[in-house]
């Protein structure tokens, strides 16, 4: 089930289920919902990516892991953690399903700009529309090689 806890009506009932689980000792799930990205956000940030990639010669994996997350977004992606068979910290890069559609705004403004100031590479903006769509048919008919 899901509440919005922002909703008196849907609060109140919302922690008389939890007070009723928490009486039966049973196994639960609780998570947080957060607003994911859009669909659309998603194909410009591919389309983003296979451009950028296009460029120097990268695939979209290499692209988004190499300069959208690590480089442009560490502090939305990448997180430390400790491995208990080596016992040494190792780092891992969170997926950007992961992202709501606000961080994903900012990272990808991030990226663009990073590739504009440090590769020389202009993206357009999402509101650039003919410039994207062209951005996106150049990366499809790369699609092979990305």
Not at 1 to 16: C, G, I, P, R, Y
């Amino acid at each position: 089930m899901l509440f919005d806890l922002s909703n008196e009506l849907q609060a109140e009932t919302f922690k008389k289920r939890c007070n009723a689980l928490f009486k039966k000792k049973c196994v639960v799930d609780l998570s947080e919902k957060r607003p994911q990205r859009t669909i659309r956000q998603n194909a410009y940030l591919h389309a983003a990516l296979g451009y950028f990639g296009l460029q120097f010669g990268y695939k979209i994996d290499e692209v988004k892991e190499w300069y959208f997350k690590e480089i442009c977004n560490p502090d939305l992606f990448v997180k430390t953690i400790h491995d208990v068979v080596t016992g040494q910290e190792r780092k891992v890069l969170k997926s950007s399903a992961e992202l709501d559609t606000e961080q994903m705004t900012l990272a990808i403004e991030r990226f663009r700009n990073w590739a504009s100031d440090i590769a020389g590479v202009y993206i357009p903006s999402p509101e650039e529309h003919r410039l994207v769509e062209q951005m996106e048919i150049e990366t499809q008919r790369a699609r092979l090689y990305l």
